[in-house]
C-alpha cells in the first residue's frame, strides 16, 4: 500500500477533520468514481497501536484498503484531493523528462 498522510499516530481521524476539513463517510463509497474529481478518498487504519492515513488514489488501492478479511476498523474520509497530495507527496501527473537532443559524435 502506498501514499500515507502525516499526522498524530492516535487520533488522525480527528486530525484529519480538525485541521484540512475532511468529512467522515459511514462507509466507503461503492465504486472508486463515485468520488468526486476534487475529493481524495482516504482511509484510517487502526491498527491498535497506530492509526494510519492512506489515500486511495485508484481503485485497486480502495479495494486493497477494503480487504474485508482484515480486521482492524476502519475509519472513511473524503477531503480536498489536492490537499491530500500535497500530504501525501502524490503526484498525479508526473513530470515528464524531456531528453535533450543527442549530438553524434564523429567516428
Known amino acids: 500500500m502506498g501514499f500515507h498522510l502525516p499526522g ?3 487520533g488522525k481521524v480527528d486530525h484529519l477533520i480538525a485541521t484540512y476539513g ?3 463517510l459511514s462507509k466507503p463509497p461503492k465504486a472508486f ?3 468526486p474529481e476534487s475529493k481524495a478518498l482516504i482511509c484510517v487504519v487502526d491498527t491498535v ?3 494510519t492515513a492512506s489515500y ?11 480487504d474485508s478479511s ?8 473524503v477531503m480536498d484531493r489536492r490537499k491530500a497530495e500535497e ?3 502524490f503526484r498525479t501527473a508526473p513530470t515528464e ?9 564523429p567516428c
Open 87 to 89: 500530504l501525501c507527496k
Open 22 to 24: 475532511a468529512d467522515r
Open 56 to 66: 486511495c488514489f485508484s481503485a485497486a488501492e480502495m479495494a486493497l484498503l477494503n
Open 70 to 77: 482484515d480486521f482492524r476498523s476502519r475509519t472513511w474520509l
Open 8 to 10: 498524530p499516530t492516535k
Open 97 to 105: 523528462r524531456r531528453k535533450e537532443p543527442s549530438t553524434l559524435l
Open 49 to 51: 497501536t497506530y492509526e
Open 33 to 35: 468514481h463515485d468520488i
